[in-house]
């Protein structure tokens, strides 16, 4: 290798080394002002050009939404919510924010809007993924129980995948749950959370059912 190809090599390193070590920094910074309660601060990060370009419009987008969410202010967070879903964003991505914030609204029992971001969901035209949500809206806000045999042989036939397993699952223990069956409404309350991931809401609101019916039926409790 000759000197210049030497000089490039080294160069080309240490750009790829100054460029990680900035997109950890601002990375840290953001992370560590959420962490803090801090929602201000990560409002305005979220705004500069010097995040948006080592984190990404996306991400700084995400970070948006839980800042405003987690501040409290309701009439920002849903008008960000309806424009980062307007924006030209891949498919997935765009999944991703309905994963969060549907279910957030779902949970709440929000039916409004609950039903805004269905009609988002409906756009994806991704029929497995707009079924299982719809499912979720008609247990969970229309307070439907007659999807119980359609969705238990769904979960037995596999139509279910991923996220879509452990909320349909769920959903049919709320269904049992509204239908004062306290037992099943347990056993697929606990079932679920193998879908969850620990650290997700999905699985904090399985979990609080479980210990709310354990301790409703005077049972010793599951292990976790």
């Not at 997109?23 to 050009?49: F, G, T, W």
């Not at 949970?107 to 809007?113: I, N, Q």
Request: with cysteine.
């Amino acid at each position: 290798m000759d000197g210049m190809a030497i000089v490039i090599a080294v160069g080309f390193i240490v750009c790829f080394l100054a460029y990680q070590i900035m997109k950890n920094h601002v990375l840290s910074r953001i992370s560590k002002a959420m962490q803090n309660q801090n929602y201000d601060l990560v409002l305005d990060m979220s705004e500069k050009p010097l995040y948006k370009r080592f984190m990404g419009v996306y991400t700084c987008d995400l970070y948006v939404l839980r800042a405003l969410l987690n501040k409290g202010d309701d009439a920002g967070f849903k008008q960000y919510l309806m424009d980062t879903l307007d924006k030209p964003y891949p498919l997935e991505k765009r999944k991703e924010i309905l994963d969060i914030y549907f279910y957030h609204f779902i949970f709440r029992e929000d039916k409004e809007w609950s039903f805004k971001l269905l009609e988002k969901i409906r756009e994806t035209n991704d029929r497995q993924y707009i079924t299982y949500n719809e499912e979720a809206y008609e247990v969970m806000i229309e307070k439907k129980t007659d999807l119980l045999e359609s969705m238990i042989e769904g979960i037995e036939n596999k139509k279910y995948g991923g996220l879509g397993l452990g909320i349909a699952v769920f959903m049919v223990g709320m269904q049992y749950k509204l239908l004062n069956d306290k037992e099943n409404a347990r056993t697929y309350f606990y079932n679920s959370l193998s879908c969850f991931h620990k650290k997700s809401f999905y699985y904090a609101e399985a979990k609080a059912y479980v210990d709310q019916l354990t301790e409703e039926m005077n049972v010793e409790a599951l292990d976790y």
